[in-house]
């Protein structure tokens, strides 16, 4: 096994909410010696229309990955997808009940900064980006009408969980997301564990069908880390790593941050090869 190989399996794109295109995210991969990647935007796989073949063309191995929002109960929660099939049915219509989802929710919530005083208009949102648009996209409009200094400060204040901008939005259960992942031919598993925040969930994520769940995460203390690593290792799932990196607007996600080995990236790589001629 090559003992410097590293591959970060979580970052986000402008086909999400990242500030990098997905060339400009594998170039910074294939810059800081990383081996591997899989990039991992909210809700979409857009940035595999071109991913593929560019990572090819620097010789980055580029694995297909995804992060769907789902809901436990009361909670959200975040499940990544790997290794699935490109075509897949099933997850390119997810994705796009995910798109419909999001163009209500967002409706929803410029329509109670509207009630709140703000004037704000969803075409607004839309016209300063092309991919999924999620909160971060309109903290930075109110940042830019001057109404917050920071995005940091839009979520305090507006659009984080109980502030008077957010809305939930239509909901996904972790039960669906994980049976469309698999229809997909692809791996699911359980995002950050570690900042979820209700003991029931905790339990009840552990009864999930997952393969794996995300061990290695951003700067998570080693402690948290290692609970999560024990509960994998005694479930027998996959245990991944990743950074979160969304570029300039989370600055503290240094992509290449968190990894796998050669190992761990080769169970998801050697998968979608095997589904996949490319
Ligand atoms: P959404 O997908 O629209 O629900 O937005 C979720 C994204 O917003 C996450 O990926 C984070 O990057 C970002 N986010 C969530 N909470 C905060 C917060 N309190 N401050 C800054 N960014 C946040
Ligand atoms: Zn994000
Ligand atoms: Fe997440
Ligand atoms: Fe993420």
Redesign the pocket.
Known sequence: MNSTFKADLHC?TTC??GTETPEAVIRLAKHLSLQGLSITD??TIAAYETALSFAKEVDLLLVPGVEF?AWHREE?VHVLGYAYSLESESINSFCLRHRQR?KE?NRGIIHRLNKLGIQITLEEVEAHHEGT????HI?LILMKKGIVSS??E???RY??EGKPGYEPGERFSVEETIECIHQGKGFAILAHPQLIQRSTTVRNMQDMPFDGLEGYYASMSSDIEKKWIDIAKEKNWIITGGS?F?GD??PQNHLGSSWVNEETFHIFYDHFRSHTSF
């Open positions: 986000h999400s909410d909210h809700d929002s959200p999001r929710r648009i999620g909160r971060p903290a995005v940091k839009a979520f305090q659009l984080a979160d969304h607007i989370k």
